[in-house]
């Protein structure tokens, strides 16, 4: 059956990626975590009132945002009075661009000032918040439950504990993000693919725990006879209470597992606290034997590429330090190593981790012949950094090996025109050259040292204080590094 068209008071997700396309933002598959995120800021900081007045009036101006929000921009040119809609109005774009950063954090690289993957929900938090008192991640957890059973009996423990209105939980699938919050004996419920499904006004759902778990069932999981269900949470708010979630610890599951969990099952629950550098569940997975790679293959959905795609440091030291992992084992699908993804996905951080292991081969090569070295020359957010090549060539890191078609690694940093790498390699050229020419020249002014008959000194032009070629005995970088075998 075709999907129905969205009621005319609607607004869905692929609208709210449509008004940031209009401001000017990205084009993202989906802002589910960002939207999220910015109702718990709203939420854990008593603005949850404006928040819904903002979603409104962009359900309401979902057409003509840009034209709406120049209008206002215009009267307050001409000092004439706001609406209360209109004043609203005026803190869209802010929002929009919120939503943008708690998105896609990598790509506001320059904002953050460092690297940061949308799982730093603490630091992601600090940035989007312009208020004094920050909230923050006060908690997290990943759970999995056996059954919808199972499930209420976890909302009604944080009912028991005393979660309070205060504190905004998002709860998010391996690809979803939503929201919920205590309202009385009930909970507030927000998912941004399904705003203003229960109520027109409000974009939010009131459910008992039994409705929210049947309701978490239905957009978690993708059949109705699936029984287990497992979740990230993370826990916002201002203030922090110590005690508050010891009662959460150990529980959904229980360690040691005791219950019967499927391999499939393992291994997405594993994969799913990889995913949220929950490393106190990890570490319980190492120590019960659990595998951190899928059917013993180095694969994009097992726990340990889960959690190095995503930035999740911590917990790949604790994968890589814990296991008798093959560190050396390659991707079949393109014969990358550990290395070759760490250097493409990790950030330097991980990367000098990982070079740490004994075992590691720094010049492994994948398929078509590439070097982790030449992987990082094609230019990314996460590979533009200087101290990236110094850590490789630092330890050894080849610059003579060629790939399948012939290229160094120079040659790709050229092709990419990667000037991070351009420089970094060719400083690593000129320090290898002039150690190079120095032991020449060494060499040569002691062999004409023990003996006249030769008729010939180097003269003090030929070579400055160094051993170094001068100026005028100067060749090319490339000609006299592959003279010297350097290359």
Known sequence: MPAKPPAPDALTHDAITTI???????????????FTLNWALAAATHKEKLFYRQIHLLRVHQTNLPAAIKRVQDKKLHNKF????????????????????????????????????????????????????????????????????????????????????????????????????????????????????????????????????????????????????????????????GQLFQLLLNVFPSYPVKSRISYPEKISFFTMAALQGDVSTVKKCLNAGWSISLNCKISDHSPLLTAVQHGRREVVKEMIS???????QRRKKDGATLLHIVCKFGGTDMVEDVLKIKEIDINSRDKKGRTPLMIICKSTIITSESKLFELLLGKGASLRIRDKEGRTALEHAVKYNNKVAIKAIQTQLKEKISVSKAAFFNQMHQKFSVTNSIGHHPNEQDYDQNGCCTPAKNISLMHLASSRNLI
């Open 20 to 34: 940031l396309k209009s401001l000017g933002h990205p084009e993202f598959e989906g802002v589910c975590y960002g």
């Open 82 to 241: 706001l609406t209360a809609d209109e004043k609203i109005i005026e803190t869209l774009p802010a929002l929009c661009k919120r939503i943008c950063v708690a998105q896609e954090p990598l790509d506001y690289k320059k904002k953050y000032r460092k690297l940061v993957w949308q799982s730093d929900v603490s630091t992601i938090l600090a940035t989007i918040s312009s208020a004094p008192a920050r909230p923050k991640q006060i908690f997290y957890k990943t759970h999995t439950f056996a059954s919808r059973k199972e499930a209420e009996a976890y909302f009604n423990l944080l009912k028991n504990i005393g979660i309070n209105s205060k504190i905004a939980v998002m709860i998010s699938s391996d690809d979803h993000a939503m929201g919920f919050r205590r309202s009385g004996n009930l909970w507030r419920f927000i998912n941004i693919n399904d705003l203003y499904e229960q109520q027109v006004k409000q974009p939010y759902f009131m459910f008992t725990s039994k409705q929210l778990v049947n309701e978490l069932y239905r957009v978690s999981t993708s059949e109705p006879a699936i029984q287990r269900l497992t979740v990230s949470t993370d826990f916002i708010a201002l203030k922090y209470d």
């Open 322 to 328: 814990l296991t008798h992992y093959r560190i050396n």
